[in-house]
């Protein structure tokens, strides 16, 4: 057999089995560790926090909000004492930091803390975030217009092993590949393993 | 031209060490232990401790793997190469020694590190990209510290094959060696608490540079109290430099002896 057809071949297997590994991680079933339910009503041009956590590569945050308005969701990665302590270190004689103003004047300041954006009209809106690092995580809904939205939020926590939308990606790509590679080897391998078999009945 | 003797070697030493399906069995090992045993600490610390907590939390098991690994390539691969005679063939082609040798050692020791580090660091990536890719200088610097131990471990092996000419008493010795120093860190730490001296941890963080390591990143936590011994980076580096110093005489005296002293 030819020494690339070798190479190519095992680095095919090796692939194969590394895309076996990943969807059986893949597999393995996450466990909710925890779930919130939340009602409220947030006055026009005002906003709120609603959950905040710390999270790992290994935990998901689901989030489904469900507005009779238009509302805006923010999942921030600092926790809500940064927002806070932001605000209040640029108005230090406010009182009520809760009108959108200020949360706007923050998300401009700070782009880069802003995870997932999204807006509710008159529905439900439902996302999963699965960080890529240890870090802060606060959920933020805001209300722009003048009117008040009535809210329903439901907050859930997933222990997971692996990110499974991204593990599964990754082993979908490389079983094919894994496939391509080891064929020829494979073919090879077969067709001396059955030669051998053939000479040994041959003697028997 | 001892380019195409040595490939020869290099390639039949591949194919007695990596007989399918083990490399596969492996890499599929290392890359499902990369996910069932990570784990992050849960709270908000400084990047370069998450990255080198993470690393520790996974290697254990693979590091176990990837010394037997190094056992089977080394004590029962290299030492039953010897007792067929296959070594004696090797030694008749027109290159030195030390190529024959380094073929060997590329494919037990080479490939396996190898495989290790690239299942690994991709299943990381993969998992946690902004923790690894930030401290990527602490990953490698925690694998280096905890691979040290078994290098030191594969390179007394080699030596005991190459003296004995038998894998089986080299594997018999690694296996008692392996947990026997692993006992000696633990009991460095007990006598260190003890004595309240820091000098037992120093001798073993020659033998197994992660002791101090972890004593450094033990001082660099939030939670951290490392009355006891508190080292720099600096040290750290000394130590990790001091204990792959012992590993490379190691091998230089098994590579000494088969050039040398190694006879038909």
């Known amino acids: ?204 | 031209m001892k380019g195409r003797p040595f490939v020869e070697v290099f390639s039949s030493a591949l194919h007695e060490d990596y007989r399918f399906p083990i490399i596969e069995t492996f890499a599929f090992l290392y890359a499902l232990s990369t996910f069932m045993f990570a784990s992050f600490v849960s709270v908000s610390t400084p990047g370069e401790l998450v990255a080198y907590g993470l690393i520790s939390s996974l290697l254990n098991l693979p590091l176990l793997i990837f010394i037997i690994l190094i056992f089977k390539n080394l004590a029962y691969g290299l030492g039953s190469d010897i007792e067929k005679g296959i070594i004696q063939t090797y030694l008749s082609y027109p290159i030195k020694r030390r190529w024959i040798l380094s073929a060997k050692l590329l494919s037990a020791l080479g490939v396996a590190i190898l495989l290790l580090l690239s299942v690994q660091i991709s299943a990381l990536y993969v998992l946690a990209p902004d923790v690894v890719a930030p401290y990527i200088g602490t990953v490698l610097l925690t694998y280096a510290a905890n691979l040290s131990f078994p290098l030191l471990i594969a390179g007394i092996i080699l030596l005991v094959t190459l003296i004995l000419r038998r894998g089986g008493l080299a594997l018999i010795l690694g296996i008692v060696l392996y947990f026997a120093l692993g006992m000696i860190q633990t009991l460095a730490l007990v006598v260190s608490s003890g004595t309240g001296s820091p000098i037992s941890l120093q001798i073993a963080s020659v033998i197994s540079p992660n002791v101090v390591l972890d004593r450094y990143y033990q001082t660099y936590s939030p939670f951290g109290t490392s009355e006891l011994w508190a080292p720099t980076f600096t040290e750290v580096l000394v130590y990790l430099g001091a204990s792959y110093l012992i590993v490379a005489s190691l091998f230089l005296v098994a590579y000494l002896y088969f050039s040398r002293r190694f006879g038909l």
């Open chain 1, 1 to 204: 057999m030819r020494l690339w057809i070798i190479v190519l071949g095992r680095g095919g297997t090796i692939l194969l089995s590394i895309a076996l590994a990943l969807l059986l991680v893949s597999l393995i079933p996450a466990s909710q560790t925890s779930i919130v339910a939340q009602s409220l009503t947030l006055g026009g041009e005002m906003w709120r926090d609603l959950h905040e956590s710390i999270q790992t590569p290994q935990q998901s945050l689901y989030f489904s909000v469900e507005a009779n308005g238009t509302l805006n969701a923010y999942l921030l990665e600092v926790n809500s004492q940064y927002i806070y302590g932001w605000i209040h270190e640029h108005h230090p004689d406010l009182l009520d930091p809760w009108n959108v103003t200020y949360l706007q004047e923050f998300l401009d300041a700070n782009p880069r803390v802003i995870a997932r954006q999204d807006e509710v009209h008159n529905g439900q809106m439902a996302r999963t975030y699965v960080p890529t690092k240890i870090t802060d995580a606060t959920l933020v809904l805001s209300n722009p217009g003048s009117d008040s939205v009535s809210v329903e939020c439901t907050v859930s926590m997933t222990a997971l092993v692996a990110p499974r939308n991204k593990v599964q990606t990754l082993a979908f790509w490389t079983f094919p590949i894994g496939f391509v590679l080891a064929l020829p080897w494979g073919i090879s391998f077969l067709r001396t393993k059955t030669k051998r078999f053939a000479t040994l009945a041959s003697l028997n």
